[in-house]
């Protein structure tokens, strides 16, 4: 099925793939996407006492919301699922049992509406989180993905069409910050936490590594980082403003790197727009310091980020993933669409 490009077409969005339960019903009409509705149970409270999200809980409390989920997004929208027209699920990467919680609702319901299908991977869904807004990004564009499982800079040529350049080898960014946080005792999920602390300290003496920033490749490393200031704590009682220093001083290390590094990607491949994406893209030091770099060192190149609440796990970047896929006449199969708890955004 191709798209008339002056029709109005109707996606239900879906997203399970970690600890957010996400439904959106967005309307394209004419190119331009609209949100009828976007909601999102979050399950944050449930996985604070353990530090980390724990997957048996996670797709349990998937189970038990996406339903009332459901529900709400058709009040909020003012139309029927059956009224909608296409389905779109993150089918992969991400926790086996959180994704099957979605990617089964999606195609039950998709043979019993009788729904064209997408499997969308959650990656391109942050990606395309930057399409909402206008001026649309240009292409090819470079992306830096930023959440709690991956930290990626990719090449995207054309929709659907990913070159991943670099990547972190061993903690992602977010995760980084998740456990630098717990190790300073300050609160769970950690990336909120250091960023709000951080905005209150006004001199960073600390002095931390950049790791991998003079490599000549676009891969990243945050664990040693993270030892880094665990090494800082080790064997002394650090007071509140200390701590809070070092989680500032933390916070600054990993944008030097996240933002040097993006440069100089783009720099190297010559491209027409620089976005972000991901948990870690709602950072707000990290989108001014990006911004900034990409003025300055960039000519010619737009910069572009998502809203705030599209940065973070929701189903309405799934379903403009969604939305793309259709245009290019792709389609999953009931039947046969499994999750992908691996799946890379390069195909
Ligand atoms: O994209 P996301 O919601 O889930 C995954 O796909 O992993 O990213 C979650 C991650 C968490 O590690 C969280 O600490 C981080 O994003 N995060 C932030 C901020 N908001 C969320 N990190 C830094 N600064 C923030 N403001
Ligand atoms: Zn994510």
Redo the contacts with the bound molecule.
């Keep these: 099925m191709r798209l008339n490009p002056l029709s109005i077409h109707t996606v239900l969005g879906i997203e399970t ?4 339960t996400g439904v959106a019903v967005l309307q394209v009409e004419r190119g331009k996407p609209k949100l009828l509705a976007n909601l999102l149970y979050s399950q944050v409270t449930l996985h604070r006492k353990y530090g980390g999200v724990v997957p048996e809980v996670a797709a349990r409390a998937h189970v038990e919301k996406l339903p009332v989920l459901l529900k709400l997004a058709e009040n909020e929208s003012g139309l029927r699922l059956r009224d909608l027209d296409s389905i779109a699920v993150a089918s992969g990467p ?1 926790l086996i049992s959180s994704l099957a919680v979605g990617v089964e609702t999606a195609r039950t319901l998709a043979w019993a509406l009788e729904k064209p299908l997408f499997g969308v991977n ?2 391109e869904g ?1 990606v395309m989180a930057n399409f909402f807004t206008r001026p649309q990004p240009k292409l090819p564009a470079l992306c830096l993905i ?5 930290t990626e800079i990719v090449l995207m040529k054309g929709f659907g069409r990913f070159v991943k350049l670099g990547r972190t080898q061993d903690d ?7 456990k630098v ?1 717990q190790i300073l005792g300050l609160g ?9 602390i951080a905005q209150g300290v006004s001199n960073i003496t600390t002095v931390l590594p950049r790791p991998m920033l003079n490599r000549k490749n676009f891969d990243f490393s945050f664990a040693g980082l993270k030892t880094a200031v665990l090494y800082k704590t080790m064997g002394r009682r650090l007071t509140k403003a200390q701590r809070f220093e070092l989680a500032a001083a933390f ?1 600054e290390a ?1 944008v030097d790197v996240l933002v040097q590094k993006t440069i100089r990607a783009a720099k190297t491949i010559r491209v027409k727009s620089v976005l972000i ?10 989108r001014k310091r990006m911004r900034n770099a990409v003025q300055k060192e960039l000519r010619g190149v737009t910069y572009h980020e998502p809203d ?1 609440k599209l ?4 189903a309405a970047m799934i379903a403009l993933a969604g939305y793309y896929r259709l245009t290019r006449g792709e389609r999953s199969n009931w039947k046969t669409l499994r999750v992908d708890p691996t799946w890379e955004v390069q195909r």
């Design positions: 793939s970690c600890d957010e991400g959650h990656l942050h930023v959440s709690g499982g991956h992602a960014a977010g995760e980084a910050f998740d946080a769970y999920p950690g990336g909120p936490a250091i960023q709000k916070q990993v994406g991901g948990g870690v893209a709602a950072n707000t030091f990290l705030l940065c973070t796990d929701n």
